[in-house]
């Protein structure tokens, strides 16, 4: 009898985790990433803020399973799949399935505005992050060059829409850089008199935080000079700026050379591929076990899942819940490999283990929420780098980034503090 | 008396160090490049290879001149000179003179046959190198995906069209990563079979060599696996490969998935702006002092220069010259603005001070040329390691270089096995 095989779509956290431990079954294994590496995405954004080097928070995939010839790892985009012929399909190819774990992520949601995306880009890869770091670091520069006074304001003025975590560590960084890492080298702007504005269509930030530590977090923002607008929402974004209407204050336009996205994210649009029950959000709706209903040897994982696990709880999109379903799914199938299958119903079901959730905002400042436990400060910006430097991949990378974020608490510097990504000499030819 | 101004265009070897010397002068100082930083040319072969990060080779050039604020640096391309009104025109603005220092260095040269570009990018930037990382990582994974055979091969075969230090040094890398850092990440195609061309259109590699070294260095490169093909032309480059011609063995078509251009450069067209005398290169030719002919208030350094020293011999086009030459005309210029102008032929004539020439080809292997002492193999690498290291910019930088070169050293990995630069969701709005 061949060996079963098993598909994996997405080398996220989730797709990953569930490789990590299928590799060691008697089985075969295909990975599909649309890129040749894994994200560290919770440090992207200091990517995006010239922090950090690409390299430093990414690792080629096939790399993972060098030693392991049963893995085969293929950079390609899945466009279909079929779960009665149980096979998905890429542009020149298809793969045959035993088992589907479906780990493909979100991607960004303009709420049906896709023309603000230009103006407004978001930060889910590498190439997002470094499209970032050039349009702010090239706001300074122009800047600097701007003899104009409106226009000059307009560029060093930068809008951030959406106050979760992303937003709200995209802002404490770029406040950081302006006043204290930029000041000296500019001669004709004074980078610390740049407007930043955390935009957030609810009533507070962080809506997964305890309410204090979200409360702590716009204080400390706000003292780094960040305005941040609650209820409010973008009315329209274009390439000089973003027309607001607030619940409190009603309409507002603001002139901004540099507004990112941070709001909303939707399923990777392959979820509606599947003959399941899709959310709002375009999530697959999953059993308890993690399966697609009515087709057990599918599984959908991560961010693209919508999971009510043994609590009647949603687990959330973090990066632990999405290896942790990871782990879950693989530990089912490595099971049934070797005892065979069993009905969803009488598989384990999934229980999200909460182990905190934690966010930075600024040199010294961050919060961590341990359900009971909550601190703020220095003792939870020490904790966030020291987990954050355990969970990257690599010695390597755990070594050197401890480097950057020492060398940059000492001297200030951002260590990538370059503008790439420029029209090249080299146009890629016709691919 | 207003200070005398003095402008600087480019930021390169020569540019950084004439500005230097004379950020201590009293002198309002204006430094022009097209990229907000300067990069570390020699190593900028490891960027194009996945060794190390750009921003390891590359600082941000106003971060340079912090503590100076009679240095601007503006991030701006020069479209004129006008050597009559003393002023430089950017798109934008313009900046008046007294001393003009023109230090912009070479750009690729296609030899007429400008249609190559998109085909067989050069490697001048750190645009340019993440292109080329792009193309020769993508090259593997497509091969991986490839059925056809004879794809598959076109696929890993690699042309390097140029012999000189930047084409042996992308041979030996190529050579190194194919046999030794990728076999066992891939399952359908044997990276270790990866054919390497380096093609010279010379009777020899290494022209700037030693003849000895330059043998040595074709031994090693053999003995790495890489076809070395001497008094070899291309005579037209597609999108599937090359045609050369050889003058021993006539015609030839290989065809390629990746063809990388180290032949011919070129000075920048800024050259032409300045009304002096140009070389079949676009160079500008100087005096003894280094200054233009007629307008002893301004100096062409670096590249851009045709140099011929007062031995008689024409400085190399490398960093050191280029350094040696910014070094030159800023004590001229400090000197003047203290004590009053000269005239060219009362100013020091430049003499180059030939530190030696070293290349590195693979692991243990390199050559360092010191006239009358030659080395090769580890004690050149070695060398070749230590010097590097030690030019480059910041500790920081120096730090995780050699972090990196332990790293790949003992696992023979590469440190930045990223592909980036794709279709990127954000496209950026017109600018």
Redesign the interface.
Known sequence: MPRPRIVIIGGGFAGLSAAKILRRADAEIVLFDR???HVFQPLLYQVATAGL????I?V?I??L???R?NV?????EITGIDTDARVVRTD??EAKYDYLLIAAGM??SYFGHDDW???A??L?????A??MRRRF?LSF?RA??E?DEAKRRALTTFVIIGGGPTGVELAGALAEIATKSLP?????VDTSQTRILLVEGGPRLLATFDESLAERARIDLAGMGVEVRLNTFAKSID?QGVDFESKESGAERVDAGTVFWAAGVKAESIARNVSAQNDKLGRIEVLKDLSVPGHPEVFALGDIAKVVDAHGKETPGVAQGAMQMGTHAARIIAHEIKDGPRSPKARPAFRYKDKGNMATIGRRRAIADFGRLKIAGMPAWLLWAFVHVAFLIGF?NK??TM??WI?SYITF?R????????K???????E
């Open positions: 890129h040749n590496h080097s690409p390299s430093q990414a080629p096939r790399n399973f060098a030693r010839p085969e790892v293929r950079m390609e020149g190819s991607t960004h995306r230009p103006y880009p978001g889910k890869s590498i190439d997002d470094l499209e670091l520069e600097e060059l003899t000296s080298d500019f001669r004709n390439a390597r070594l050197i480097i950057e060398y510097r260590g990538a503090r370059l503008i790439t990504g420029q090249t000499d080299a146009a890629s030819p016709a």
